[in-house]
């Protein structure tokens, strides 16, 4: 019988195959117990079969269940399925350190002895079949509630009790997770274009649509079933996780316009998690960087999308990042960690609000984007969003000359940022689907700088609270001291570190000083406060680092012309009532401070050059 015309697979000639695998560890060898596999392999199980060999029933972005099965009940099972106490499998194990070679072992043993009792040697069951094995795993991982634990132990002791031994040991090495012998998904690409593809020479339509459609079993299966011109019209799906393009790094802006051409897009990186984001009518997924499905970490963003997205039917990428509710300013990568920390969803999306900005399309409404060029996925992108509060697009300026660009780069470190992303514009430049390459460049800092020191600011205004804070004072304006000009200049506008306590007390602290007009000695940038506030209070501050502003005044065209220095993720530690304002930090001490960073900065950047 021709394999095409069957529709399973004797479950031996998978383990024989795995077992010659194991042997070796030259991938062309590997890919050619491969192909002999998949010639064997009708093409109604080619899908499982890949599932197999990755050691998975399915992709995990599926969001099915796990199998669920610890080690105990494993080893239960094998107790069961070949009549010995649970005792002696354990002390099997402890010696052998495999379970899959416990049970290989003690269904040879039991063989051996059913051949010299009775003179046959498999003595019950039916030959174990692809399709076989996997429904019964699939059951496996979809028994849930009371009673599921003697459900899976009963189908999983029978399965075993059919095995043969080395079927049993690779059943056993699967569901522990521990079967992958260094089989990756791009040797299994290979074999599937010499098996179905026409050979090597087409192997990057095979990844193409393995990229487009993160799901190799399927791929496969359409691969085998209907050739290799059905994957080349393989386009992304709704509901399937395209494997996200990625960037290239470099920091030197004429390098970076150099590589994209002259001029390029440059657009704010956010410090989030970067989630792709798909729609279709009601229903919407969101996968993380690694394909995983996260949509239920984020209902509020659910929500988003079906209030704020024009099209039904969409695929779109951006990052999701946290933001203080009371100042608006964004916070760092870490805030969405304690956020993922909480057990409690609706907690968390009360402790840590976020919001998200959408910096790609890459299908809407039947059409393939991934192959257009950026500024058609970004044109299409805005027609379908009604920008709000919550939901944006990602900030970013053509920009055609390095000054433009670190000009940006500032706004975007200021604005809580890790840097820019900047992409190419040319008709080339498609949507790379799983490739690291140069259509997009990451410029950020390839160092660690610190504020190691506190600072003492006096405060100069202050700004009303939203969300939690409202009806309160939400952040305040702080300034450093300028001895030459006798004034107070503007350093940062500070919102985090104040317990509910310190926020309670702040009107009632700050009444006796507010003034109806900005103080004279003030000197403030582009920012200004709800209210102004006379010099007198000093609060101890601390932040991440001192870093450059066009948007505050202390410092100004001092260090650059055009900037002055801010405070990034300023976080107020305590008041300092035993200073005045004069004793507060001096406008020189942070340029000196900033200047001693960059030091720092520059000996770290040394020393990693020379590791
Ligand atoms: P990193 O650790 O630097 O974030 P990475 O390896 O996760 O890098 P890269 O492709 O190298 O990923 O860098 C781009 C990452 O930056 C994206 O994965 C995404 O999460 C994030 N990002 C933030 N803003 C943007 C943006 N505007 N465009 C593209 N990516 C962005």
Known sequence: MSSSTQSDLPFSVLVEALEKISMTSSRIQMTAHLVELFKKTPPAVVDKVTYFLLGELWPSWTGLPELGVAEKMLIKAVSLSVNVPESKVEEQLKAAGDLGLVAEKLKL??????????????????????????????????????????????????????????????????????????????????????????????????????????????????????????????????????????????SDPEEILDKVGGKGLAEFKYDGERA???RIGERVWIFSRRLENITHQYPEVVSYILKYMKSREAIVEGEIVAFDPDTMELKPFQELMHRKRKHDVHVAMREYPVKVFLFDLLYANEVDYTSKPLIERKEKLKEIIDESEVLKLAEYLLIDNPRMLDEFFLKAIESGCEGLVVKAIHGNAIYQAGARGWLWIKYKRDYKS??????????????????????????????????????????????????????????????????????????????????????????EVIGAEITLSPNHACAMNIVKPGAGLSIRFPRFIRWRPDKGPSEATTSDELVEMYKRQLKAIASERKALEEA
């Open 450 to 539: 610190e504020m190691i020191d506190t600072v003492d600011l006096v405060v100069v205004g202050a700004f009303y609270g939203r969300g939690r804070r409202g009806g309160k004072y939400g952040a305040l304006l702080m300034a450093a001291y300028n001895p030459e000009l006798d004034v107070f200049e503007s350093v940062c506008k500070v919102g985090s570190g104040f317990s509910d306590e310190d926020l309670e007390k702040m009107p009632e602290v700050l009444r006796q000083y507010v003034v109806p007009n900005k103080p004279p000695r003030v000197v403030v940038g582009s920012i200004e406060p709800d209210v102004w506030i006379e010099p007198a209070l000093v609060a």
């Open 276 to 278: 792709q984001i798909h």
């Open 109 to 250: 043993e039991k063989e051996h002895l059913g051949k010299g009792l009775l003179g046959f040697v498999k003595t019950v069951g039916e030959q174990l079949t692809v399709l076989r094995v996997y429904n019964s795993l699939t059951r496996i991982a979809h028994a849930t509630g009371e009673g599921s634990r003697d459900v899976k132990l009963k189908i999983l002791s029978g399965l075993l009790a059919d095995a043969s031994p080395r079927e049993a040991k690779y059943i056993v090495r699967f569901i522990e997770g521990k079967l992958r012998a260094g089989i990756g998904e791009a040797t299994i690409m290979d074999a599937l274009s010499i098996t179905y593809g026409g050979g090597a020479q087409n192997r990057p339509l095979v990844e193409r649509a393995f990229n487009l459609r993160a799901d190799l079993g399927t791929v496969a299966k359409v691969l085998a079933e209907q050739g290799i011109d059905a994957l080349r019209k393989i386009k992304p799906q709704v509901g399937y996780p395209i494997r996200p393009m990625l960037a290239e790094r470099l």
